[in-house]
C-alpha cells in the first residue's frame, strides 16, 4: 500500500515524535469518513518549526506569527452555499494519485497548545492534522455554517478513533 502522506521533515524532534504514522491514520479516516478511498490521492505535509511557519503564515496570511498548522489545496474546492458540502476530488489513477494539497506542522505551538489544553500532543496533533485534511478537501470555518459542518465532522472522525471532541 502506497503512503498517503509524503512526509517534509525541517525538524527531527517530529522525527522522535513518531509523526509518520500519526499522519497517515489521520488523513486516511479522513478520507474515508467522507467516502473517499485513500489510494486514488496525496498529500504533502511538511513539519516544521515555529520560525518556519511563522514566515509560511507572514508570506501566505499576511500573519507574522507562529500558527498550529497551515494548509494549501490544490484547487478550490470550498462550497458556494454556507454550510454546503465542498466539491468532491476525483480521485487520480494507480501510481498517479491526485494531489489534494499541502499541509504545514509547527512543533513549538502544537506542544505548547497540547499542554496549555491538557491534551495528549499525539491526540492534539492528530486533530490538527484532520482539520488540515478538511481544508485540503474544501471545509473552512471562516462562515458561521460552514464552521459548524467542519467541526461536527472533526468531532466524528476524531471519535471514530477514540479521540474526544476537541471542542468541549
Known amino acids: 500500500m502506497e503512503p498517503l502522506v509524503d512526509i517534509l521533515t525541517e525538524d527531527a524532534r517530529w522525527e522522535a515524535f513518531g509523526l509518520e504514522p500519526i499522519a497517515e491514520q489521520a488523513a486516511r479516516v479522513t478520507l474515508e469518513a467522507l467516502g473517499l478511498d485513500p489510494s486514488g490521492y496525496s498529500i504533502s505535509l511538511l513539519c516544521c518549526n515555529d520560525a518556519r511557519i511563522a514566515t509560511l503564515n507572514e508570506d501566505f496570511r499576511g500573519k507574522p506569527q507562529p500558527t498550529n498548522v497551515l494548509s ?3 484547487e478550490e474546492r470550498g462550497a458556494d452555499k454556507d454550510g454546503g458540502a465542498p466539491e468532491r476530488p476525483e480521485p487520480g489513477m494507480p501510481g498517479m494519485p491526485e494531489e489534494l494539497g499541502d499541509i504545514a506542522i509547527a512543533w513549538e505551538t502544537c506542544e505548547r497548545e497540547a499542554g ?13 492534522l484532520v482539520h488540515g485534511t478538511l481544508h485540503l478537501l ?12 467542519m467541526e461536527g465532522l472533526e ?5 471514530s478513533m477514540g479521540l474526544q471532541d476537541p471542542y468541549e
Open 72 to 74: 494549501w489545496p490544490s
Open 116 to 128: 496549555e489544553q491538557g491534551k495528549q500532543m499525539r491526540d492534539h496533533v492528530t486533530h490538527l
Open 138 to 149: 474544501g471545509y473552512d470555518h471562516i462562515r458561521e455554517k460552514d464552521a459548524a459542518l
Open 155 to 159: 468531532t466524528r472522525i476524531l471519535a
